[in-house]
């Protein structure tokens, strides 16, 4: 999110959206894994429903700064089971991405600024973790967009992590029930 194009909400909306979760949990994952709908899953920390009178009360101060998303719906996890469900996420993203700026040219999307084209690295710490990058990389293709994968090894994957040096990593930051 530090730096363009990630900097802006709707990119990263549609990059979301081209991510087929379904195909990769049932061909390299053996349909064991479910999609999380909350930052805190299966625990008394996770959001359940729009936010009640009360949970309203305590944002109500900050609503200008927030966006209306915080008050309603509830946020679901893109939907990607069945071929039709897929191309509505990829019209959907080719929207947003539109209107962030960026058109699709020639079959490459660039920006319809500058004319550059919309490229990036995922930088991955592990060769496991390659399949999953490169499932992701076909949504993407699909919408114009070059994504390099880019496996290094450990030490240099966490100095590029300490300084920031990244456009998208693959990395599982574990989280506990304490939030903070």
């Known amino acids: 999110m530090r730096r363009p194009p990630f900097d802006d909400i709707r990119v990263r909306e549609a990059l979301g959206l081209t991510l ?18 909350s930052y805190y899953p299966n625990s008394a920390l996770a959001a359940k429903g729009a936010p009640d009178d009360a949970q309203k009360a305590i944002l109500a101060p900050f609503a200008a700064d927030l966006p209306p998303e915080v008050f309603g719906p509830v946020w679901q996890p893109p939907q990607s089971g069945t071929p039709e469900a897929m191309r509505e996420n990829l019209r959907r993203a ?40 490169l499932a992701f990389t076909r949504g993407l293709k699909r919408l114009g967009i070059a994504a390099n994968v880019r496996v290094l090894d450990q030490a240099a994957f966490i100095s590029r992590l300490n300084e920031y040096d990244y456009d998208m990593v693959l990395y599982y930051w574990l989280s506990t029930l304490s939030p903070g």
């Open 20 to 37: 087929d979760f379904n195909w990769i949990n049932t061909n390299l994952f053996y349909g064991l894994y479910r999609q999380v709908d």
């Open 94 to 133: 080719d929207e947003l991405l539109k209107e962030s700026g960026w058109i699709v040219k020639d079959g490459q999307r660039v920006s319809a600024a500058t004319g550059k084209p919309f490229t990036f690295e995922i930088l991955l710490g592990s060769p496991d973790d390659e399949k999953l990058a």
